[in-house]
């Protein structure tokens, strides 16, 4: 049944996660704890290789996240592996994360048909949803404007999503930095048209806005290719790359320079490589975000908060 809200309770849900993410980032400075349950790392922890070691691991993750990260983010498929069971346990990992009330996100990577996509705002954005969370990431190569539903979806609960322009992995450069040959983006990278459409959620937003981008710490190179600027963007940007995939600070200090405070940089295994002993992974998190947040504080320099 739809809902009968005023316009400006609807204005004040479209800018909701971004506030929130700001002000838990003002807080707790740029870091996002990733949580991906991979088999060495269960393995590594003397945990079993199931939906329950997944959980254990995930739970104590959670514990060293909270009060030194402004977010966590859960890589679905990690769960998901494990069936009905996986899912049970990521409801649960979830559960808790909003029980300590750190901002959450989920790594679904979904993207697909408009009609059929707009499904996964039940599992994830709505009152009730079982999957409930702040945020999830999104693949826009069925073009940027498929998502535009879903978008709209998260928005008008209150949520916020993350659409993969420019990501981490060096198989993605030569594809998102392909020109477009025609349509509203005719002549510009896939990237930047990614990137544009997003931006245009959060047009006329004060502060941060809802809708964020991927991008990753690891695409210097491929940066001025995409056309896509970071310093333009006024949602939050969510970087993978730090430390396992090889990105550092400088990385950070040069990919996001002239950023407003708005990039969000998420790392999974440089962090659980310290576990499980919650001591050992409580100083690697708090070691990474204060290379993080000077990091960024230095790209941000000359560029006005958002
Ligand atoms: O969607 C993502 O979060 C993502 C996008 C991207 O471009 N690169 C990337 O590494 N990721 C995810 O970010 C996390 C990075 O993990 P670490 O390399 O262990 O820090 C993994 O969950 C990846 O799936």
Redesign the pocket.
Same mark, same amino acid.
């Given at each position: 049944m739809a809902e009968n809200v005023s316009s400006e309770e609807m204005q004040l849900r479209r800018s909701d996660f971004g506030l929130r993410l700001k002000n838990s980032m003002d807080k707790y400075g740029p870091l996002c704890v990733?949580i +991906?349950p991979h088999r060495k790392l269960l393995t590594d922890w003397g945990y079993d290789v199931d939906a329950e070691g997944a959980e254990l691991f995930a739970m104590r993750m959670l514990q060293a996240a909270n009060g030194r990260a402004a977010a966590v983010?859960f890589?679905a498929p990690m769960f998901e592996r494990y069936g009905s069971k996986g899912y049970a346990a990521l409801e649960r990992v979830l559960y808790a994360a909003r029980q300590m009330g750190i901002i959450t996100i989920v +790594?679904c *990577?979904h993207g697909g048909l408009p009609t059929t996509i707009s499904a996964i705002a039940d599992a994830y954005f709505k009152p009730g949803a079982p999957l409930l969370a702040d945020a999830i990431?999104l693949l826009p190569y069925y073009g940027a404007r498929s998502l535009q539903g879903v978008i709209n979806d998260a928005l008008n609960n209150s949520r916020g999503v993350?659409v993969?322009s420019l !990501?981490?992995?060096p198989e993605?450069a030569s594809m998102q930095t392909a020109i477009r040959q025609s349509g509203e983006y005719k002549g510009r990278t896939v990237a930047y048209g990614i990137a544009h459409t997003a931006q245009k959620f959060n047009n006329g937003i004060e502060g941060m806005g809802s809708v964020g981008l991927?991008i990753?710490a690891t695409i210097g190179q491929w940066m001025d290719q995409s056309g896509v600027e970071p310093s333009k963007f006024t949602g939050p940007i *969510?970087s993978?790359?730090?430390?396992?995939?090889g990105a550092e600070a400088k990385d950070l200090r040069t990919v996001f320079k002239g950023t407003k405070g708005n990039v969000l940089v !998420?790392?999974?295994?440089?962090i659980?490589a310290h576990g499980p002993d919650i001591a050992s992974l409580s100083q690697a998190t708090e070691a990474i975000a204060l290379d993080v947040r000077q990091a960024l504080m230095e790209a941000t320099e000359e560029g006005e908060l958002l």
């Open positions: 990733g +991906d983010k890589q +790594d *990577l990431t993350f993969a !990501t981490s992995n993605g991927i990753g *969510l993978p790359g730090y430390g396992w995939q !998420t790392v999974s295994r440089f659980a």
